[in-house]
């Protein structure tokens, strides 16, 4: 199994420094074993942005 970014549902968002939208959040990296292997800061509105974009075909 791959590597994980989890976040918890109990974090609390902050204003990213990219976006400006409070969807800023501390995720932890986990193998595919479970075992924690660091955190990082993940924002959720820059992440779906860079994934739609992704899957738009660019002509």
């Known amino acids: ?3 994980r970014v989890l976040i918890s ?3 609390k968002p902050i204003p990213c420094e990219e ?3 409070p969807t ?3 995720a932890r990296l986990v193998s595919g074993d479970g075992a924690l292997l660091g955190q990082t800061m993940v924002c959720t509105a820059c992440r779906r942005h860079r994934a739609e974009a992704d899957a ?3 002509h």
């Open 1 to 3: 199994m791959p590597n």
């Open 9 to 11: 549902r109990d974090s």
């Open 19 to 21: 976006c400006g939208l």
């Open 24 to 26: 800023l959040h501390v």
């Open 56 to 58: 738009v075909p660019v």
